[in-house]
């Protein structure tokens, strides 16, 4: 399929007067004028460089994915010539991965280029211009002075970029907050029999995971197990052999339909936790230990108790919880309420970033100690991998009050010194400028352009601070790949 392609033609690197790049062809003393394209598809972002076509001419193609900035490792590309002598069609060969080599031997002119390209998920094609005359062909841009930042490097670090766009600008402001079980999650693990506590290993550490049926903890019941939990575990198989016994009668009225599914499901049942308190006392006859196993599947939110000391029945040994859901308790001073009421947008720090979440509810009183408003937050999602500890501190960001439409860049993309601020601009696929901004409104997540771009330039959002280290070089490098 046909992709709507963003080319955009932007000048490259000048070193010194001379463009070295040392891929696979041999440059003369003077090296030949340059030219380099720069475009976007879909999912990826497409940089050519080619020296100026004369007897001989080889294009390199670079694809990186948009998603990661990596380099593209699935794609096929061959470029097409359409001349006066008739149509070239050239596969591109594989350099290193993201990077494809085109050899063409230039005929009459005037000659017009496409770039074709395949993935297993989507193909498309890129007009790359003509070119009536000697020098760089329509489209193209000769090399200019700025920072190098390759392909290469880029791929080698975190790296992103974004364009400058028209969104709305909200207020916002920063709270602290602490995160909190989510309501009805925490099930506390009790002993059920007294004894020498055992943990199991890994389990006696917050943050654990664990699932259910999982065994936490033995119990050493020593003297006890020949006394009443002994005879709890006979009491146990008798109630395990009538359970047994009980579906195995009511099987063939089940398969012939003459029994209801209540009295069904509730035999099943009932056979299950006889199977499962039977197979747990058994241990005591044996190992004169009592196994404490998990409730349900999640992780372990605090501990209680430690291994070796002697706990009664009821003795708590641990909190569990579960990754169902997560919240934020914030406390703002009261004057604020209002803009808690026109809240547009709940942002929590965690992690895996910053996640959107929901202002479930706010007090409708102050809290007598503290003086200030409590307000609680879920979280919309589940942050994968994170596990926050109950009590532990958030960083909340509001937005509130009435939108107003502005030129916006994502925040990552600044970068402060002395109090000014500047982002690193992508102005060809392997040239970056620093270039100063004075910022308005500002969130979590953008910023106000007030003046220093326009609408459509692409700042480094990841990897800015590697783009100005590259720029405090005593000269601008010697911009080139090595292959």
């Not at 009536?132 to 790296?159: I, L, M």
């Not at 056979?271 to 039977?278: G, I, K, L, S």
Request: with cysteine.
């Amino acid at each position: 399929m046909n992709l709507h392609i963003t080319w955009i033609a932007a000048a490259a690197l000048l070193s010194a007067g001379c463009h070295t790049h040392t891929h696979e062809h041999e440059h003369a003393e003077v090296e030949a004028p340059r030219m380099e394209w720069w475009g976007f598809t879909e999912h990826h972002e497409v940089f050519i460089d080619a020296a100026v076509p004369d007897s001989a001419a080889a294009f390199y193609v670079h694809f990186t994915e948009l998603a990661d900035f990596q380099a593209a490792r699935d794609v096929s590309v061959r470029m097409e010539f359409k001349s006066p002598d008739g149509v070239d069609r050239v596969k591109g060969t594989p350099v290193q991965a993201g990077i494809w080599k085109v050899e063409w031997t230039p005929g009459a002119l005037p000659v017009e280029a496409t770039l074709w390209w395949a993935t297993p998920d989507s193909d498309g094609q890129i007009p790359l211009g003509r070119s009536t005359a000697a020098g760089p062909w329509e489209g193209w841009a000769s090399p200019e002075d700025a920072v190098a930042f390759g392909r290469e490097q880029v791929w080698s670090v975190p790296f992103a970029t974004a364009a400058v766009a028209l969104d709305t600008v909200w207020e916002a402001m920063s709270l602290p907050g602490r995160w909190m079980a989510a309501p009805g999650d925490d099930r506390v693990v009790s002993a059920g029999a007294s004894g020498t506590l055992r943990w199991s290993a890994g389990v006696p550490v917050a943050g654990a995971a664990v699932v259910r049926g999982q065994v936490l903890a033995r119990i050493d019941v020593g003297d006890l197990a020949g006394s009443g939990l002994a005879a709890e575990a006979a009491q146990a198989e008798a109630e395990w052999e009538a359970a047994e016994s009980a579906v195995r009668r009511l099987k063939p009225l089940h398969d012939a339909r003459m029994v209801t599914a209540g009295e069904w499901e509730a035999a099943l049942a009932r056979q299950t936790v006889a199977t499962e308190a039977w197979e747990r006392l058994q241990s005591i006859r044996s190992q004169a230990a009592w196994e404490v196993r998990a409730p349900m599947d999640g992780f372990v939110r605090s501990v209680q108790a430690t291994s070796g000391s002697y706990v009664g029945p009821d003795a708590p040994l641990c909190v569990l919880t579960t990754d169902r859901e997560q919240w934020i308790e914030v406390r703002v001073n009261p004057v604020h309420r209002g803009r808690l009421e026109r809240a547009h947008a709940v942002r929590v720090r965690t992690e895996g970033g910053w996640r959107s979440g929901d202002l479930a509810s706010i007090a409708n009183q102050i809290d007598a100690q503290s003086g200030l408003l409590n307000a609680y937050i879920a979280l919309d999602e589940v942050v994968p991998g994170t596990r926050p500890t109950a009590g532990s501190f958030a960083e909340v960001q509001i937005e509130y009050g009435t939108g107003t439409p502005a030129l916006v860049l994502p925040a990552s993309a600044l970068l402060e010194q002395y109090g000014q601020f500047e982002v690193a601009v992508q102005v060809a696929g392997e040239q970056f400028q620093l270039q100063p901004v004075q910022i308005g409104a500002r969130n979590a997540l953008q910023a106000e352009v007030l003046s220093g771009l326009d609408a459509g330039d692409r700042v480094v959002t990841t990897g800015a601070y590697a783009v100005r280290m590259a720029s405090l070089k005593g000269s601008t490098p010697a911009h080139g790949h090595t292959h």
